[in-house]
């Protein structure tokens, strides 16, 4: 790759600007992302500096600061110092000793500086072009309604120089400051995103590296190193969270938890230098579930309630979110996080939900507790003195899911006014006896009739017995589809169920006894969706459903046909809102039993998941 070192004429973006976009933005990505109904996250990263043009990764080690700069092309003028000497001899420049170089960009362009008192000389481990890494942010390009300001866009242009330095040092500091290039005011010269981490903990999320920042280093936990400045700061700060999930079927308490702590409540003692293979996962994950399942107390409507499973996973708490970890990486023990899921099956949503918090240490004595129901997020906290936290139901226009048998219409019934027809008959038999009896019999029979005829004539609406017509046709498109919707809603209803009798009632209710588990298993695949970071969605807010290819089943008692209907995949998982649109398209037969519609079959499902 061949770089050209002359700077474009194009301007960048003022650093004041952008940190004022930022703050502009939350509404617009906030509408854009929930208004629409479609996200997939649990926070969003709204300064978008991980598209700046200049990136710096910075990595504190035990006897070093590693840093990986990666220079925008229109931007290395400022940064000589790394270019190679073929590069430099290009400009016409002849190439300082590397020494002298270093020492230089060490005191006047990227500075680390320890305990606020000693300038670190950097080692130029190598530099070379490359094209730039990709990383996406979801406010890239949006442009904010009253500002009409774009929002921060990596360049068009890829190339970069990728150069990664060791700053080295002779004993922990206390202190790292960091000093990107500055101008004459005393600003950051270059647009520069940054990150940080200390060993492997990540201590910020990506932010602009403006002017110079101090770093707090804790050397024992680096969990808890931080930097002066309060807007530089990570999003998952906390070593431990709680949330509270009330759902109509379901309460969920769901924990997120680093093993290093959970050390000082259990008898888990894992080396710190040793990795956590996959093979040792599954013993730690079934010590941690044996725990939990004794510890937080959960009261549900004034009764202690007890978990009816409990279940672990080691989790990666990215810049994106968190994640299950469902690959056979080894892991850093010090690192280390787990989620842990208790389930506590409900027969309605429950008026008050009370968990009580017991696990405290001398490094925690607080805990972020969120309650999360059909309504929203309630952040809150609980502490040693006050290990408590209440969910109160407050839900005034909520309607519990319900699942109703699907009527088969009128249409396709012969309604018989059985009392209406036995008067008749005895009309009849009243008048062949007054035909064939004497006079004065005559004219009784023929009183009798006229009470009877009368009596029949008064009594249509009444007994009413509703049968099968065996002329019915088959149902038109519309009342197919409207039969197969209001099934497919009863699925989305029943599968809030996470008890698996409960499950099975609510389902009789609609799907065919005899074809129930082939039928079950295929409604649980198109109801019960897997989406990425481990989490479990359900189908709701079923869309229109449309029918083609329609034929009679079970000699006229039924049909099937090929339907096509969309849906909300909705899962919630560690703080995480899930939402994706799944379309839908499978071979469907519906039977007539009884007066109502029951499922028969439901093959060649395919389902399509919109990312």
């Keep these: ?345 409900v027969e309605r949503m429950p008026e008050e939900v009370t968990t009580i918090w017991e696990l405290f240490s001398d490094r925690i004595e607080r805990v972020p507790v969120t309650s999360i129901d059909p309504v929203g997020p309630f952040p809150s906290e609980v502490g040693i003195t006050e290990p408590a936290h209440s969910w109160t139901n407050h839900l005034l226009r909520y309607e519990d899911p319900r699942v109703e048998a699907v009527p088969v219409s009128d249409e396709r019934a012969l309604k018989l006014p059985l009392l209406t027809i036995v008067l008749a008959v005895f009309a009849l038999n009243a008048v062949a006896f007054a035909i064939k009896a004497r006079r004065w019999a005559r004219a009784i029979g023929v009183a009798t009739a006229i009470i009877l005829v009368a009596g029949a004539a008064s009594t249509t609406k009444w007994a009413i017995a509703t049968l099968p017509n065996p002329f019915a046709s088959l149902p038109g498109n519309m009342e197919a589809s409207n039969a197969v919707q209001a099934v497919f809603e009863n699925a989305s209803a029943a599968f809030y169920e996470v008890d698996d009798n409960r499950l099975e009632t609510e389902l009789s209710k609609f799907v065919d006894p005899g074809l129930a588990p082939i039928v079950s298993t295929e409604l649980e695949r198109a109801n019960r969706i897997a989406l990425e970071g481990g989490t479990t969605a359900r189908a709701g807010n079923i869309g229109e459903v449309t029918i083609s290819e329609i034929r009679p089943l079970d000699a006229g008692r039924g049909f099937s046909a090929v339907a096509e209907w969309s849906a909300e995949a909705i899962g919630q998982h560690w703080g995480r809102l899930h939402l994706r649109d799944v379309n839908y398209r499978a071979r469907i037969d519906m039977i007539e039993d009884d007066r109502v519609w029951r499922l028969a079959g439901l093959t060649d499902l395919d389902m399509k998941i919109e990312q």
């Design 1 to 345: 790759m061949t770089f050209r070192f002359s700077p474009k004429s194009e301007p960048g973006t003022p650093l004041s600007s952008l940190a004022a976009f930022s703050v502009l933005l939350v509404l617009t990505v906030l509408i854009s992302a929930f208004g629409t109904g479609r996200a997939s996250a649990d926070w969003i990263n709204l300064t978008g500096a991980e598209t700046s043009p200049n990136i710096a990764e910075i990595i504190v080690r035990e006897d070093r600061v590693h840093v990986v700069l990666q220079l925008f092309v229109d931007d290395l003028e400022s940064m000589e110092e790394l270019l190679s000497d073929d590069a430099l001899r290009e400009k016409g420049v002849e190439p300082p000793p590397m020494d002298e170089r270093m020492e230089r960009f060490s005191q006047e362009k990227f500075q680390v500086i320890v305990d606020g008192t000693t300038n670190l000389t950097a080692q130029l481990r190598f530099s070379e072009p490359r094209l730039r890494k990709d990383r996406s942010s979801p406010v890239s390009g949006i442009v904010h309604p009253l500002t009409r300001q774009s929002a921060p866009e990596p360049p068009d242009d890829k190339r970069i120089l990728h150069a990664e330095l060791d700053y080295f040092f002779d004993r922990k500091p206390k202190t790292l400051t960091f000093i990107p290039p500055l101008d004459e005011n005393g600003r950051a010269s270059l647009d520069m995103g940054f990150i940080v981490y200390h060993e492997s903990v990540p201590v910020i999320d990506f932010r602009y590296l403006t002017g110079p920042v101090k770093l707090n280093l804790n050397w024992e936990d680096p969990w808890f190193s931080a930097f002066d400045n309060p807007n530089l700061k990570r999003h998952h700060r906390w070593p431990i969270m709680s949330f509270l999930y009330v759902e109509p079927r379901e309460v969920r308490h769901e924990v997120v938890v680093r093993l290093r702590d959970l050390e000082d409540w259990t008898d888990l003692k894992v080396a710190r230098k040793t990795p956590i293979t996959v093979e040792k996962r599954s013993g730690i994950l079934n010590a941690v579930n044996r725990f939990f399942a004794e510890k937080n107390p959960v009261i549900i409507d004034g009764s202690p309630a007890s978990a009816t499973s409990v279940g672990s996973d080691f989790l990666d708490l990215s810049l994106t979110g968190i994640q299950v970890i469902d690959d056979d990486r080894n892991l850093d023990p010090a690192t280390a996080v787990l989620g842990v899921t208790l389930s506590y099956p």
